[in-house]
Structure formats: C-alpha cells, structure tokens
C-alpha cells in the first residue's frame, strides 16, 4: 500500500476484508463446534444461549470496544499495542509493563491460529464420502497436509506477499458471501433462530446449565481476531474497518444463526459427536469447492497474524523492548517486512502446535487464554487514552471501564481452567516477555549511569587535537553516535574516546543522533554547525517504524551539505587533493560490556547479566545501524553500574634480609 492511511472506499473495504478480517472470520469453522462438544446435552437453551452469548460477545467485545473505541486510538494511522503505549507512556513509566505483557501473549497464542485454522479445513474433507475413510482427525494424513501447508506459508514469506495480497480481499468477500448464504439457507427453514439474539437466553444458560459460566472459555474463540484487528489498523484505516465490519459482523452471525437452526432442526436423538455444524450445513455438492475455499481463508488469516507479528516485533525494536535482529523489506509495499528469525520461530511453534495436538478439537480447548490477557492490557491502556489523550469525562471512562474489565475478566478466568492444556505455550510466552521486560529494564539501567558534559568546554581540546601534526591522522571525517538529547551536550565517554588511549585526530568531528518520535513515518534532520567545518552535530527524528540506517542517511545529509556549499569534502592529503578525491569518513561505535569492576543487588545483577547474554545472540550495534564494516570501528567500553569501593588494603614496609642471610628456594 502506497499510503498508511487509506481513505474510505470499495477498494479499500475488499483489501480490508483480505487483510484485517482473516482471524476473526474463520472462527465459525470450530466456534460452535467447540459449544455443542463442550456443553454435552444438545437441546435448545444449549443452542440459543451459545448463540446469544457469541452475538453479544462480538457486540460488546468486538463492536463496542475495538470497531467503536479502541480504533480512535490510532498513531498518525498506526494501531497496535505499542503505537497505543507510545500515545500513552508519559503517563507513567509502569505502562511498559502492560504494553510487554499484551505484546507477549499476542504473539505467543499466535502459534495456534494456523494450525488451528487449516486444521479445521482440512478435516471438512472426512465428510465426503471418497475420503471419509481416508481423513480422519488426528490422523498422520491429515498432519502431513497441514504441516506441509503451514511450511509453505512460512517458506514464501521471503519472497513478500504483493502478488498474493492482490488476492486476498475477494478470496475472503467469497467466503464472507458463502458464511452468509449457508446461515440464511438454514434460517428459511427454522426462522425462529431469531431469538437467540435475545440477551436472556445467554443469560439463562451461563445460570442454568451445569457448566454455566465454563462454557465462555469457548465464546470467546468468536472474538479472537479483535486484539489483531486494531493491530493492523496501519494497512487499512480507521474507516474501511468500521464500514466493513458491518457487512463481516452481519454474515458472522447469519452463519452462527444457520449452524443453530440445523442443530435444532435435526431429531432429538441424533448424536453430534465429532459433527461440524459448519461443513453441516453445506450442500453436498459444493462440499469440496467450500472446504477448498476455508483452506485458503484459513491461510490467508495465518498470513495476516504473520504479518501482524512482524510488525509488533519491528515496532518492539524501534521502541527498545526487544533486542536489534535482522529485518528485511521483501517488497516496495510499504509497511510490509520480513524478519527470519521471527518467521522460522513461528513456523517451529505452529508446526509442534499441530504435532502436539493433532486435531482441531483439541486445539481449542487450549486457545484463546493469552488473548484474554493481550485485551485487558489494552484495556489498562485504553484507560490512560480515554482519559488524558481524549479527555472524557471520568465518570464515562470509568463506566467504558467496569464493562470491559467485567466481561474480559469473567472470560479469563473462564479461559484459565485451559492453563494445564496450555503448559505447551508457556516456555514460549515466558520467553517473549521475559526478552522484553530484560531488554527494557536493562536499557533504563544503562541510560542511568551516562554522564553528559558541554560540548562547547571541548571544542579547544578538539581543535588543539585537530590541528596537533604530531599525532598521526585517525581519519579525515569522524562520526560518533551519540545519546545526547540536548544539542548543547556530549558523553563524558565519547571525548574520552577521542582524547584518551590512542588521540583520535580528524579534520572534522560529526556527532549524530537519533530521536524517535511517537508517530510512526517521521523522516527528518537539521544540522547545527557547533564549529564550523570541525565540529557538526546532525539530529534525525525518525518514526517508530523506520529503521535507522545511519550510513544511508549520513550520506544524504553529506550530499545535502556539499550542494548547499556548507562543507567540503574533498580529501585534503596533497596528493588526492588535486585530483578532487572524496576524503575519507569512520564511524565508531561504543559498545559496553559487563565490567568485573562492579557490586549490585542480586536482581540488577540478574537483569543485567541477562541482558548481556540476549545481547550476543542479537545484531551488532554496526549492523543495526546499517554501518559498512569496512569504515566502522568497534570499541568496548565497561559498563560500571556500582563500583567495589569496599576494599581495604593495608601498606606494610618492604621485608629486608641481613647481610650474609640466605633464602633457600625449592
């Protein structure tokens, strides 16, 4: 897409049916499904109550909180759970922690959409006859199809989605037209169906029946795509959403509706064990061609949550929470990523999700209890928006707030009888936010202990060196990257580099540094000439979203100057100079290491040492900056958070021997 923010149009509502609308519009293939095993006895209050919950789940949840509220929160375009922290963190340093916790549990409960989603598809083909014998859950065939599938989606992520994306959008306005077909199909024959959208019959079964308040877990696999659905808010804009979702929302229902009124319609005594209301209500004849059609909306909604995924993990690096890792840009589509390490990771979870669990049904009885967590730290968010960004009122903010931590709570502690099902997915969701919170906490800890000084105290101690012929030249043009937010200062460290150990001696000293701003595609810089020609400081405002590649970006501001006639970079040896050589140019770039030289607590000594270690399995500071190694030097520097100051030596005289004695030595 050309533009992150796309203005309201039929074009621009079919892309977003492809693209935002994948997740949440395939959970009809194991939704009700999920309910009727789950609940046991299938009679009416079972059918109309699960109904009722799921079409008021989608009102509340989805409608109410993501279509209506959380869609305002947008960044300059930009939805997410991090563009949401970035409206929201200078009001309070603690909301990182809802931010790393939402941001973890997204991703982690991620492995399972795939496999859960082309599971369900697949097992459609048990219903034709030809492979009724041949498909059945949880069977090596049915594995090797989704695994083979599933590693095909990771393998052609290298290569972007532009060819592939062009299609998405009337793929899934097929399948939204055939949900709602199928549903009203059914409807004709038993119209009162109609009734379930009646709050009381929801009520009534999470009272009445024996599972009662249980039965949520399941619900709320409807409302799954909602948190993913704001995450992509960038690719479509607010209102393509909101208009589309009417049309989304209305099919969803009407093929909930469908799969109620066959479930009625069938005789009392008929046994729904292993039965797919879904595929159910399908024409024999067009059995293949819908199951063919699931299995690519089933993939096109695993493609969305990859995409999502690398934009969260993109935006995490931007913003300090995750360590710097090699992303790639595989298309000139703009927003659309690529990082290796993510996708293989992902592709590893999905693939062990499918051997673990093997069938669909078994799947859901573990999904959607990290989902549950990703939407109340939204809500924490949510809160600081509505009340200090928007400015509402306190007493409608905090109305917005009981409902949604009430209806979110009730389905986390409906989804937390899953956690032992889930055991699975913890080692994996640990990971993620322990990364985080180390490479956050870490981060603070090392901004702490920079000791800025005046740059302008220096500049005699930098000229003196420049113009000092006895020091051999250590480059014509010296770049140092610098964290100074004011212009007017420099690190104690930096000019230690320059004067101490080996005297650093250039004709100009460059210092650059780099503001991220909370809007997503900023792309500036200014220049200030602290000394003309020898000491020139160059500041970039560059959004969450754009990766710093700093030798790229020096070069245009150097090419800048020189047309604008500020500076000259012609070589000034004697034997260059004539014939109008470049001069040459070196960045170096300080990198810190854990000092020996140092006596903390035990958790800054954990969090730290950790972060060291998750610190070389990352990206070097070099090639996270886009620096040709051929012009950069690395230099370690020790990191001295509490130096040992409790050593107490005591200064004795030096033995002496009389003459004449003598010292046997062995």
Known sequence: MN???KQLSFAGMIVTLGIIFGDIGTSPLYVFQTLLVEGGKVDPALVLGSISCIFWTLTIQTTFKYI???????????????SLYALVRRYGKW??????????????????TPPISVTSAIEGLNLVPVFSNVIVPGNNLILIVVISIIILLFFFQQFGTKVVGSAFGPVMLMWFLMLGILGTMQIVHYPTIFKALNPYYGARLLMDHPKGFWLLGAVFLCTTGAEALYSDLGHCGRKNIQVSWIFVKTTLILNYLGQGAWVLSQGPSKDFTGVNPFFEIVPHQFLIPSIALATLATIIASQALISGSFTLISEAVSMNFWPRITIKYPSNIRGQIYIPSINWILCVGCILVSLYFKTSAAMTAAYGFSITIAMLSTTVLMYFFMRYVKHWPVWLVTIILCVFLTVEFSFFVANAVKILKRLFFVGFEVGLIFTMYIWFKARKI??????????????????????DTTVNKYATHLIYLTKANNGKQIE???????????????????????????EPYTMEYSVDQIEPGKVIRIEYRLGFRIQPRVNVLFRKVVEDMVKRKEIDITSQYDSLKKYKVAADFRFVIME???????????????????????K??????????????????IEKIPLVVKPVSNIHLKRIEPVTFGVGSLVEVD
Not at 68 to 82: H, P, S
Not at 592 to 614: D, G, Q, T
Request: charged share 20%; hydrophobic share 45%; aromatic share 12%.
């Open 68 to 82: 209506v509220i959380t869609l305002q929160a947008d960044n300059k375009g930009e939805g997410g759970i991090f």
């Open 446 to 467: 090392n901004n702490r202990f920079l000791n800025f000084i005046d740059i302008k105290e220096q500049l005699p101690l930098l000229n003196a060196l420049s113009a």
């Open 616 to 633: 070389k399995l990352a990206q070097s500071e070099a090639k996270a900056f886009g620096l040709d190694t051929s012009e950069t030097r």
């Open 592 to 614: 810190k290491f854990l000092s020996y030289n140092n006596l903390f607590s035990v958790s800054e000594a954990f969090i730290l040492n950790s972060y060291f270690a998750i």
């Open 95 to 112: 909301l990182a922690i809802p931010a790393i916790i939402g941001a973890g549990t997204l991703l982690a409960d991620g492995i399972i």
């Open 492 to 518: 104690e460290k930096i000019i230690y580099s320059i004067m101490s150990r080996r005297p650093k001696r250039a004709d100009t000293y460059w210092f650059v540094h780099i503001e991220r701003t909370d």
């Open 3 to 5: 533009s992150h923010v």
